[in-house]
Nanobody, 117 residues
Framework: QVQLVESGGGWVQAGGSLRLSCTASASGGIFGGFAMGWYRQAPGKERELVASITSTSTTDYADSVKGRFTISRDNRKSTVYLQMNSLKAEDTAVYYC?????????WGQGTQVTVSS
């Protein structure tokens, strides 16, 4: 399966910004066919879809992050990004990268985002 590695998580004050990255162990040409998504899971809550981007770069967002978060991809670098602005305490969670492709799907190990109020 494709390996996914997230980076960019950390601690930030409310109102601040972070950019998460997820790099896949696949060539740019193959990665371009993946549908990618960012999920998050807070303590005691179910994992939820935050943002997604298709192979044609169509994007979708959870209502809770719309207007604040932006998902993008660079197929040449086999990387998907999540730019998070105007962060709130309720954004605190472990963020996971997900890839869907013809042969299956996979998850990264997650990166912690902590927003202090």
């Amino acid at each position: 399966q494709v390996q996914l590695v997230e980076s960019g998580g950390g601690w930030v004050q409310a109102g601040g910004s972070l950019r998460l990255s997820c790099t896949a162990s696949a060539s740019g040409g193959i990665f371009g066919g993946f549908a990618m998504g960012w999920y998050r899971q807070a303590p005691g809550k179910e994992r939820e879809l935050v943002a997604s981007i298709t192979s044609t770069s169509t994007t979708d967002y959870a209502d809770s992050v719309k207007g604040r978060f932006t998902i993008s991809r660079d197929n040449r670098k086999s990387t998907v990004y999540l730019q998070m602005n105007s962060l709130k305490a309720e954004d605190t969670a472990v963020y996971y990268c997900n890839a869907k492709y013809g042969l299956g799907s996979g998850w990264g190990q997650g990166t912690q985002v902590t927003v202090s109020s």
